[in-house]
């Protein structure tokens, strides 16, 4: 459906990420960013909307039909720039999107932490679908070795991410690749470099006015977490709003996974990702 019907806008943003990468971290910061001029900031709508009711998911709230996710009553209708997100692999984009002016964000994470928390998210959901005695817990042992062998909802984890990456090198002007490791690090360069992406950069009122950093404030996970709007309620059966929102931390992967399973996904992680130039820190349990 989304790819065969999807026509981009030349002013289209779209956030492309495996899931558990920081989709809505990213959601939240572009929304944040390229509506800063319409509301002041004790009134952003990100006080009162979840991320993902503002930045809606092509292939499921736009235009899926398996779960209740957050979608627009009229596509056309949407100011520009519309923000949009999709978990799909670069080769399955739209042509429209590869072919139109508008400009893609991908952010990834490094494997650990990935599988990590998509084994507790995918964990919540099947708690809440199926019946107390029908509920069959999936070990961490045996979600790792699908995620390890590739056997993944949106398809190999590091086939995904080097897709993104090459078509970041040829097209640095339309994709911009981000990782979440950095956007921790370093929140203030990653927001500006953001900005100028997109074609709004911060004055340098802006700047001295702190908006830079009012931004990363409310789109931290410790001031979203406490919200009201993402602390309570339901997607579809399937989603809680506060499954989004869990630690949000850098290494937490390692300490959840055994030595030997950190080891192979950073042998794996080196194998996959030799001569691309890409690299994830090396995370270990020490
Ligand atoms: P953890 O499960 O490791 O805590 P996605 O948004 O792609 O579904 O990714 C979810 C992951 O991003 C979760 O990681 C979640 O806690 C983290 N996350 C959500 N909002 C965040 C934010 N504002 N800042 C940093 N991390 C965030």
């Known amino acids: 459906m989304f790819q065969r019907h999807f026509h981009a806008r030349d002013t289209d943003l779209i956030i492309a ?27 952003s709508p990100l006080l009162k909307h979840h991320p993902h009711e503002l930045v809606y998911r092509l292939e499921q709230g736009v235009y ?5 996710y957050p979608r627009p009553q009229h596509l056309n209708e949407l100011p520009s720039p519309r923000l949009f997100n999709t978990h799909i692999a670069y080769i399955s984009l739209p042509e429209s999107i590869l072919s139109s002016g508008c400009r893609v964000l991908y952010i990834s994470r490094n494997p650990l932490d990935t599988v990590v ?19 069959i817990k999936t070990s961490l042992k045996d979600f790792f070795e699908d995620f390890y062998n590739g056997r993944n909802t949106n398809g190999p984890f590091f086939e995904h991410v080097i897709g ?14 981000l990782k979440y490791e950095d956007l921790k690090k370093d929140p203030v360069s990653h927001v500006k470099k953001l900005a100028e992406f997109v074609g709004e950069p911060f004055s340098p009122q802006e700047e001295s006015e702190g908006v830079i950093q009012d931004i990363i404030q409310l789109c931290s996970i410790k001031n979203l977490k406490e919200l009201e709007v993402n602390k309570s309620g339901v997607f579809s059966k399937h989603y809680d709003k506060k499954s989004y929102f869990r630690k949000g931390e850098v290494g937490d992967g390692a300490h959840q996974l055994t030595p030997n399973m950190v080891e192979r996904m950073n042998n794996l992680m080196q194998e996959k990702l030799e001569g691309t130039g890409l690299s994830f820190e090396c995370i270990s349990q020490s």
């Open 64 to 68: 899926g039909e398996a779960f209740e």
């Open 17 to 43: 990420s495996h899931p558990k990468t920081g989709t809505t971290w990213l959601k939240s910061l572009l929304f944040a960013i390229v509506n800063r001029f319409k509301h002041p900031k004790n009134e």
């Open 164 to 177: 993104y990456w090459k078509a970041s090198l040829e097209y640095p002007d339309k994709l911009l690749f």
């Open 117 to 135: 928390s998509l084994y507790y998210f995918i964990l919540d959901a099947m708690k809440k679908i199926l019946h107390e005695e029908d509920f």
